[in-house]
């Protein structure tokens, strides 16, 4: 069973890359495209799509509003968010509609097809970068509110990665791409892939983002 998919943005260039590099994968079919945030809901309301890739800066109805009013609608459905805009504001806007990933347009076609792996599967996904900004956002509100910002001590997980997968965890902590992974640490990208899956098995989550969330829980990984 392929992962049906719509597509909703105004730039039709922008659809067409999209569309080719899903139908590229084999397991992803395009069924329709909208071109603003009113079409959005009656293209759901027609082909029922498991996925909805939906622009924020749209004429018309914005993103953010077209995602709330089909999720409303159509609860089941799941939505990735796709912007220009990295800052937390956007972003916290964003997920409160209830859409489960968050991606920059400035994204590679691996992070694209990442996503929506993860969010058919029922995971979530944010782009490296904003996983970063909101990391570093809550630190500044916790360490603001705990008075004087306290240096927290990092204790790598040795009793649970090995050296290098604590080295991997930084960096995505750090809001790195897999193929920024392989370049600070001169390993390929497959290499840090499966570098990411043994860390997701060993921590027991489903994604990056859990992954982050539960080393930064933890004081595992430096937050900079
Ligand atoms: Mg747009």
């Known amino acids: 069973m392929k992962t049906r998919i719509a597509i909703i943005d105004d730039h039709q260039l922008?659809?067409?890359?999209?569309?080719?590099?899903?139908e590229f994968e084999g397991d992803f079919e395009v069924v329709a495209e909208g071109s603003d945030g009113s079409e959005a809901l009656s293209i759901v309301e027609t082909y029922r799509p498991d996925l909805v890739l939906m622009d924020i800066n749209m004429p018309d109805i914005n993103g953010v509003e077209a995602t709330k009013q089909l999720i409303?609608?159509?609860?089941?459905?799941?939505?990735?968010v796709l912007s220009i805009h990295d800052d937390e504001n956007y972003v916290m806007r964003a997920l409160q509609t209830g859409a489960t990933g968050y991606l920059l347009k400035e994204m590679d076609a691996d992070t694209l097809i990442e996503a929506v792996r993860i969010v058919a599967e029922g995971g979530s996904y944010l782009h490296?970068?904003?996983t970063h900004n909101l990391i570093r956002e809550y630190r500044r509100l916790t360490t603001e509110r705990g008075g004087a910002a306290?240096?927290?001590?990092?204790?790598r997980p040795l009793h649970l990665l090995t050296r290098r997968e604590c080295e991997v965890l930084q960096l995505l902590a750090d809001?790195?791409?897999?193929?920024a992974i392989g370049e600070a640490l001169y390993i390929s990208e497959k290499t840090v892939k499966n570098h990411v899956s043994s860390i997701l098995?060993?921590?027991n989550?489903?994604?990056r983002t859990q992954?982050?969330?539960?080393?930064?829980?933890n004081g595992w990984v430096e937050v900079r």
Not at 150 to 155: C, F, I, P, T, W
């Open 14 to 22: 922008f659809r067409e890359g999209i569309k080719r590099i899903l």
């Open 72 to 80: 409303e609608a159509y609860p089941d459905t799941k939505v990735v």
């Open 128 to 130: 490296p970068k904003v």
């Open 150 to 155: 306290v240096k927290q001590e990092v204790r």
């Open 175 to 179: 809001g790195k791409s897999n193929r």
């Open 201 to 203: 098995q060993k921590l």
């Open 205 to 207: 989550v489903n994604d």
């Open 211 to 217: 992954a982050v969330v539960v080393a930064i829980k």
